[in-house]
């Protein structure tokens, strides 16, 4: 905003269409910037950005399915979900320098970009698998394990197997296991999985709804694979594993877990409240 | 001549259609309105749309009112007694009747990818 820009105003004055460019100042530009961003609930502008953005494709789908859907509301339209007014879909992906998740497969998630005002209604971890010769599931991204280096001993040869989601009710000190809370679970059958990489989504919303009332709380996520044997791939089992993750790359990989929270910014409800008051004046 | 009469019919029928149309035109109805976010500079952090089809509503709304100008019965009421005493009261506004949400695809202060609906962000109608 510290030159003027060419602002184009596109309208139609009967059936011609006028086009007309002009310059507008830096000052007007900035008032109207300040009036968007203060429309989209954002203090300030974004930082310029030096890589490119990496959308999530579930996001953009997601952005597709929105738009053109001509509902008179602004809730999220997803069926079969409990996002109830949810209005805002936020990315968030796992923290690599954490220090926080000492065991496992854990993951760790920064929520302190989600406003005061905002009421989380749902969230959701994604986590993407590759299937190995359709016999063995390697999670990718958890803790950007090593393909390679896995021994295939460890990993067996199974063809479902149950993945659990835990919440880090108190972490460990050492290498001990800390004390989990599981909140959800999914029996993968890759018998039945045509694609060799597909994605499986979580239900954390409560785990997430702990760490909103005292972000203090935040331990993340342990993952845990659990073969028909019984056998739980955790540290113990995979302590072999190298740990790779590229620490410069903070925007998220194509694979990387991801959670999405939906949250309801209440300005719906404001202006719902608004109206019923004026129609009651009337 | 019957030529001359024809012509003169002819021509006061393309003029009366004409003052109707441009009379028609200048009716209450929606119309564009778009910022493009690059043109602005926005779209480093706008990823969807790449811009904003707002549209905005203007024209008379005289009377009779037909019945696509959507007029409440109020406004029907307020042109009435505007065409008979226009000191009296103003004529009906053109005014948006129907929004509908706008999806949003962008980057927060702090860089994390929000998709955002918000209420009542494009024209769908316009009425009196």
């Given at each position: 905003t510290t030159s003027s820009r060419n602002f184009v105003a596109s309208y139609e004055i009967e059936d011609s269409h006028v086009e007309v460019t002009r310059s507008v100042e830096p000052q007007v530009l900035a008032r109207l910037e300040s009036q968007f961003l203060k429309l989209f609930g954002m203090p300030r502008r974004p930082s310029k950005r030096s890589a490119p953005l990496k959308v999530p494709k579930y996001l953009i789908d997601l952005y597709n399915a929105q738009t053109?859907?001509?509902?008179?509301?602004?809730?999220?339209?997803?069926?079969?979900?409990?996002?109830?007014?949810?209005n805002t879909v936020r990315t968030f992906y796992h923290?690599?320098?954490?220090?926080g998740v000492r065991w496992g497969h854990g993951l760790k998630f920064?929520?302190?970009?989600?406003?005061?005002?905002e009421k989380v209604t749902g969230a959701e971890l994604r986590l993407v698998f590759n299937k190995k010769n359709n016999v063995s599931l390697v999670p990718v991204?958890?803790?950007?394990?090593?393909?390679?280096?896995?021994d295939s001993d460890s990993m067996g040869s199974y063809n479902s197997v149950r993945v659990l989601v835990n919440d880090v009710i108190k972490p460990s000190k050492k290498d001990d296991e800390p004390h989990m809370f599981p909140i959800d679970t999914k029996y993968v059958d890759l018998s039945k999985r045509k694609k060799n990489s597909f994605w499986i989504t979580f239900d954390i919303f409560p785990a997430v709804s702990r760490w909103m009332e005292n972000?203090?709380?935040?331990?993340g996520l342990v993952i845990q694979v659990i073969h028909p044997n019984g056998q739980v791939m955790s540290q113990s089992t995979l302590k072999h594993i190298r740990v790779r993750r590229?620490?410069?790359?903070?925007?998220?990989?194509?694979?990387d877990p991801v959670l999405f929270t939906y949250s309801d910014d209440g300005v719906n409800k404001k202006q719902r409240n608004a109206k019923a008051l004026s129609r009651a004046y009337r | 001549s019957a030529n001359a009469n024809n012509n003169g019919a002819a021509g006061n029928k393309k003029r009366k259609n004409h003052r109707n149309k441009n009379r028609k035109r200048n009716l209450c109805s929606r119309h564009k309105m778009f910022v493009d976010f690059t043109d602005v500079g926005w779209n480093d952090w706008i990823v969807?749309?790449?811009?904003?089809?707002a549209f905005h509503c203007t024209g008379e709304c005289p009377?009779?009112?037909?019945?696509?100008?959507?007029?409440t019965n109020h406004a029907v009421i307020q042109a009435l007694v505007n065409s008979m005493n226009p000191q009296m009261v103003p004529p009906p506004c053109c005014v948006p009747t129907k929004y509908s949400s706008l999806s949003l695809l962008y980057t927060d202060s702090s860089d994390k990818i929000v998709l955002k609906n918000y209420n009542e962000?494009?024209?769908?109608a316009c009425g009196c």
């Open positions: 053109g859907n001509d509902l008179g509301t602004s809730n999220l339209h997803l069926p079969g979900r409990h996002t109830r007014t949810a923290l690599p320098s954490s220090t920064d929520l302190s970009s989600i406003p005061d005002h991204g958890v803790d950007a394990m090593d393909i390679s280096a896995l972000p203090k709380s935040n331990h590229d620490t410069d790359n903070l925007s998220g990989q194509e694979n | 969807a749309p790449p811009g904003y089809h009377f009779p009112m037909a019945e696509h100008l959507n007029a962000m494009v024209v769908d």
